[in-house]
């Protein structure tokens, strides 16, 4: 008698079976593509170019989940957007001081 008052008052869980569900992979390496457009149009054009393909091949080592290739091209991409944006900006403001210290000169020129 003490087995059927036993069983009568053990609680059976439910069990319930899961499947995992495939977890997206988030790449780990920036790809600097919207960088490596703006730096080949607004600073230095050739380094902006190689910036640009290095950035598509970073996106494709990630596609192909090539962490290793992913990993070097993305850096060669980063340090190709910093060469061309820092040259741009020299190149701007070297263009500006010429643009006006020659007008300043053609200026005084035609005071005369």
């Given at each position: 008698m003490e087995s059927d008052t036993?069983?009568?008052?053990?609680?059976?869980?439910?069990v319930i079976n899961v499947q995992p569900e495939p977890v997206a992979r988030l790449p780990q390496h920036k790809d600097y593509l919207i960088w490596s457009i703006c730096s080949m149009i607004c600073c230095f054009f050739p380094i902006g170019i190689a910036a640009l393909i290095f950035s598509v091949k970073t996106r494709d080592a990630i596609?192909?989940?090539?962490?290793?290739?992913?990993?070097?091209?993305?850096?060669?991409?980063?340090?190709?957007?910093?060469?061309?944006?820092?040259?741009?900006?020299?190149?701007?403001?070297?263009?500006?001081?010429?643009?006006?210290?020659?007008?300043?000169?053609?200026?005084?020129?035609?005071?005369q």
């Open positions: 036993k069983n009568s008052y053990e609680h059976a869980s439910p596609y192909l989940q090539n962490d290793t290739v992913a990993a070097k091209h993305s850096r060669t991409t980063y340090q190709l957007n910093i060469a061309s944006s820092v040259i741009g900006i020299v190149m701007y403001i070297v263009v500006f001081i010429l643009y006006f210290v020659i007008g300043m000169q053609i200026y005084h020129k035609g005071m």
